[in-house]
């Protein structure tokens, strides 16, 4: 900055002219300073505001099609009901079977989304509670793909569990870890082709700061994920192009809070070879004490 220089021409009574000569650089200086702090100021309150307005946008268009997904599996257990109870004594036993086929399924349905609300619910207050005790991951994941081998076959879908060796015991909330798990090998078998495979690796790994780790791979041989979507995949209330996150567009964002609440973290890519990849990083050693309680914040 160039040297500001202010001159002051003064005559005490009675006496000489007098000039003084005052630099002001300093003063501007500051001035300036003053003036870039509050244009910073404004500039970070106008992205927090437009931050808080997209936010708001995307809570309003989520909740929109929340009530759709609620009122269709409503509409279906309601219609079928009534399906039933008037042709209960003229319909074959065949149709009355598939009414009440629909109305299980439907109510399933139904039950999942409410269950994933109640979670995001617990999720925003803090109040998700895990407890921690050793797990077995890999009899875990045994029994999961057990469990899926129905859903999977039905869409000829091939389910491959690679865990070469036994790996040691962590610290996680059975239940939870359970459900991050579902969360993902559900989705990797609705996005896969007939036909393909869907894999889960195990192995062990040390983490950056050398503690040691399971990590777990869910990888399919679907279409993957959209370029767009990779950044969002995991975000509350954004539900992606190809809907990864599930029904509810919440699945991934739980499956995300789970692991974090872990100690972990999960991350999704796209294979080289076609399909998509999520990847848990899940620390033998959790937060909290074996066996003790935590809430997440």
């Known amino acids: 900055m160039r040297q500001q220089l202010s001159l002051t021409l003064t005559r ?15 003063r501007a200086l500051r001035e300036q300073g003053v003036r870039k702090e509050q244009e910073r100021q404004r500039a970070t309150l106008q992205q927090a505001l437009e931050a808080a307005q997209a ?39 065949e149709k009355l079977q598939r009414y009440f086929e629909n109305i299980d399924n439907s109510a399933e349905r139904l039950t999942r989304l409410l269950n ?4 995001l619910a617990k999720i925003e207050a803090g109040k998700m509670s895990y407890t921690f005790e050793p797990q077995d991951l890999a009899a875990m994941l045994r029994s999961l793909v057990g469990e ?20 040691p015991l962590l610290r996680a909330d059975a239940l939870r870890l359970r459900q991050a ?18 894999t889960i690796e195990l192995a062990e790994a040390r983490r950056p700061d050398g503690a040691a780790a399971l990590v777990a791979r869910v ?20 539900q992606s192009g190809g809907n990864r996150a599930g029904g509810t567009g919440l699945g991934l964002p739980i499956t995300q809070e789970i692991v974090a609440a872990h100690g972990g973290a999960v991350t999704a890519r796209n294979r080289p ?25």
């Open 116 to 119: 994933d609300l109640l979670d």
């Open 12 to 26: 005490p009574r009675g006496g000489q002219l007098l000039a003084v000569l005052t630099d002001t650089s300093a």
């Open 219 to 238: 990888i399919d041989e679907g279409p993957g994920i959209a370029p767009e979507d990779l950044g969002v995949v995991f975000d509350r209330f954004v």
């Open 273 to 297: 070879g076609g399909g998509a990849e999520f990847q848990l990083e899940i620390p033998l050693e959790g937060p909290p004490p074996a066996g003790s309680d935590r809430r997440a914040g």
């Open 181 to 198: 798990f579902a969360n993902l090998l559900s989705n990797a078998i609705r996005f896969s082709p007939p036909n393909t495979s869907v």
């Open 55 to 93: 936010a708001n946008q995307a809570r309003s268009a989520f909740f929109a099609s929340m009530s759709h997904e609620l009122r269709s599996p409503m509409h279906a257990v309601a219609s079928f009901a009534k399906l039933g109870r008037d042709r209960s004594e003229a319909a074959p036993r």
């Open 148 to 167: 899926f081998e129905a859903m999977a076959r039905e869409r000829q879908v091939q389910l491959r569990l690679q865990c070469d060796l036994p790996p």
